[in-house]
T-cell receptor
Framework: AQKVTQAQTEISVVEKEDVTLDCVYE???????LFWYKQPPSGELVFLIR??????QNEISGRYSWNFQKSTSSFNFTITASQVVDSAVYFC????????FGEGTQLTVNP | DAMVIQNPRYQVTQFGKPVTLSCSQT?????MYWYQQKSSQAPKLLFH???????NEADTPDNFQSRRPNTSFCFLDIRSPGLGDAAMYLC?????????????FGPGTRLLVL
């Protein structure tokens, strides 16, 4: 069975702080994909990144960066210099016969 | 811009009164999904269409039905909404290619049952 754990239910930071959202996953598949989605208060799930299990290179996109470590089954997401607009629920997800979501981390960035 | 569209964004219905939520897409994706998301929870898959093939999740209540008249449109019918069906309903689409698939979501419809 697949499982995604986002241990941080809520995180609150002050603007310009860096923040890391943790994601740990379990799967028996040898090939799989990991995702991060952002869900702002409006409700839409916005796709941020997809990473396949064979590519452990870290990725940076602007203020966002992702650290994939297969050895620890983790796919963590860091926001550098956070902004109020980053406030949202962030979901980590794992591919399989179904997309398995973690329970989400509510990030609040205060001015 | 290619996108996933859901109408309406907010829907109010009465207990037991049938309601239909709609989803359309301009991405020309062959797979369409319906998810239910309750407050502070992860989205829960209800069913999906792979082309015309309907796939129901084992724990999706019989109260929920879906129709996909063509590639672009998919509907979620709730035959007799109960108070517990109040939730955000999210539509998503994808086009699996070579085993790789990314789901793209619409803005969702918030359903309120009175």
């Amino acid at each position: 069975a697949q499982k995604v754990t986002q241990a941080q239910t809520e995180i609150s930071v002050v603007e310009k702080e860096d923040v890391t959202l943790d994601c740990v996953y379990e799967t028996r598949d040898t090939t799989y994909y990991l995702f991060w989605y952002k869900q702002p208060p409006s409700g839409e799930l916005v796709f941020l990144i997809r990473r396949n299990s064979f590519d452990e290179q870290n990725e940076i996109s602007g203020r966002y960066s992702w650290n994939f470590q297969k050895s620890t089954s983790s796919f963590n997401f860091t926001i550098t210099a956070s902004q109020v607009v980053d406030s949202a629920v962030y979901f980590c997800a794992l591919s399989g016969s179904r997309l398995t979501f973690g329970e989400g981390t509510q990030l609040t960035v205060n001015p | 811009d290619a996108m996933v569209i859901q109408n309406p964004r907010y829907q109010v219905t009465q207990f037991g009164k049938p309601v239909t939520l709609s989803c359309s897409q301009t991405l020309n994706h062959n797979v369409m999904y319906w998810y239910q998301q309750k407050s502070s929870q992860a989205p829960k898959l209800l069913f999906h269409y792979y082309d015309k093939d309907f796939n129901n999740e084992a724990d999706t209540p019989d109260n929920f039905q879906s129709r996909r008249p063509n590639t672009s449109f998919c509907f979620l019918d709730i035959r007799s909404p109960g108070l517990g069906d109040a939730a955000m309903y999210l539509c998503a689409t994808s086009r699996p290619t070579g085993g790789i698939e990314t789901q793209y979501f619409g803005p969702g419809t918030r359903l309120l049952v009175l």
